[in-house]
């Protein structure tokens, strides 16, 4: 299809000089998992080891991550979308310098915004000047259109996962969704609120035994996060386990967690700032995405 805005993603590649970004969806079969606190402790683990680090916020109709950092915005990505702001507007300061793309909630969808909106995302993203290596969004749980139109987008896919029926079931349909219907072949899986280490071998062995049998996808065992009432305790006080309580076992969890995700290989051709990203979450190749 003849794309009516050739000039915005193209664009890109004359703003700034190569500097791959690394892009990684962290997502879940179903809402419960601590998909989020994965994704917030995640990305101030790395901004602690030295990254520039930006975290979207990419559940556009129940976004939270603000209200999981006590983070109180003014902006929002729908403002950009309706070229009320910059993207640089709604940024938001979080803990070690993570800079936080707050959403909003009850907002449609990023598969439902119209030809215009998505040249308008390209051009907001274009024109961010601050540089970044890792971008981490965090999604909505489930197979809605977003969820599938930012794992394409990212480099990885991070399901997040627990030990119940109803979690290892929803995260097998959407594994299945995103290699049957979107081509994707890669996946990490991160068991959280693991009791022990049976338990964790338990989650992703199940997951794997029936992914690879019956679909054309790989999955890796990212790690883990333990059951941890500092976690808990975390949550309830609006902030970063890994900078509440850093000598709690989710906090070293989280840690060993981010250094893995640092020493992920990016894809081969990785172009610069987050061209990368940007150009892949609007265009959508059908068929998916090479892993």
Not at 15 to 34: D, E, I, M
Not at 103 to 128: C, P, Y
Not at 256 to 261: E, T
Request: charged share 20%; hydrophobic share 45%; aromatic share 4%.
């Amino acid at each position: 299809m003849h794309d009516p805005y050739p000039n915005q993603a193209s664009g890109l590649r004359l703003l700034k000089p190569a500097q791959p970004v690394r892009v990684l969806a962290v997502t879940s079969g179903k809402g419960g998992v601590g998909k989020t606190s994965v994704s917030v402790n995640l990305a101030v683990a790395m901004a602690m080891a030295g990254k520039k680090v930006m975290l979207l916020d990419g559940d556009l109709g129940l976004a939270n991550i603000d209200v999981m950092l006590g983070l109180q915005p003014s902006r929002n990505l729908a403002h950009v979308l309706e070229g009320k702001c910059s993207l640089e507007d709604t940024l938001l300061e979080g803990p070690a310098g993570v800079m936080v793309v707050p959403a909003s909630s009850g907002k449609q969808h990023m598969a439902e915004l119209s030809q215009v909106q998505h040249a308008g995302l390209v051009q907001a993203f274009s024109e961010l000047s601050r540089p970044l290596d890792t971008l981490i969004v965090d999604t909505a749980a489930g197979i809605a259109g977003s969820v599938i139109t930012f794992s394409q987008a990212s480099q990885q896919v991070i399901v997040v996962v627990t030990n119940d029926p109803a979690s290892l079931t929803d995260a097998y349909a959407l594994i299945k969704v995103l290699n049957r219907d979107h081509g994707i072949r890669r996946i990490q899986v991160l068991a959280n609120m693991a009791t022990n280490a049976t338990e964790v071998r338990e989650i992703y062995e199940n997951l794997r035994r029936v992914a690879e049998k019956f679909l054309d996808v790989t999955l890796s065992f990212m790690g883990s996060v333990p059951e941890d009432e500092w976690l808990k305790r975390a949550v309830r006080h609006q902030r970063a386990v890994v900078e509440a309580y850093p000598n709690s076992a989710a906090a070293k969890a989280f840690h060993q967690l981010a250094a893995k995700a640092d020493r992920w290989s990016l894809p081969q051709g990785a172009r610069g700032n987050l061209e990368f990203f940007v150009e892949r979450l609007v265009h959508r190749p059908a068929a998916g995405i090479p892993a």
